[in-house]
Nanobody, 118 residues
Framework: QVQLVESGGGSVQAGGSLRLACAAP????????MGWFFEPPGKEREGVAT???????NYADSVKGRFTISKDNAKNTLYLQMNSLKPEDTGMYYC????????????WGHGTQVTVSS
């Protein structure tokens, strides 16, 4: 069984929007910081956005102003709102949970595919 489950990926045209979701068990959601990673085809996985227990967010320069990370505590769900999508945003998006103090990643989802066409 997987601990984190992503959803919301799909195919859109450039300029479109998607909203990714990551469902987590309560014991993970309440005890870890969380974030989103991006893996373009044939390239290394890279950080997109993170959020801490106080709601503070950090973003990669490439998505600043276009993507927004948020949490719904009642649903134990992490979100990534993706606007103004570009073809270079195409790839797999992964949800992860990490130990906040040491920034040690402990749990990963299996990913959701995002495809942006010109």
């Amino acid at each position: 069984q997987v601990q984190l489950v992503e959803s919301g990926g799909g195919s859109v045209q450039a300029g479109g929007s998607l909203r990714l979701a990551c469902a987590a068990p309560g014991y993970i959601y309440s005890s870890y910081c969380m974030g989103w990673f991006f893996e373009p085809p044939g390239k290394e996985r890279e950080g997109v956005a993170t959020i801490d227990s106080m709601g503070g967010a950090n973003y990669a320069d490439s998505v600043k102003g276009r993507f927004t990370i948020s949490k719904d505590n009642a649903k134990n769900t992490l979100y990534l709102q993706m606007n103004s999508l570009k073809p270079e945003d195409t790839g797999m998006y992964y949800c992860a949970a990490f130990e906040c103090f040491t920034v040690t990643y402990k749990y990963w989802g299996h990913g959701t595919q995002v495809t942006v066409s010109s």
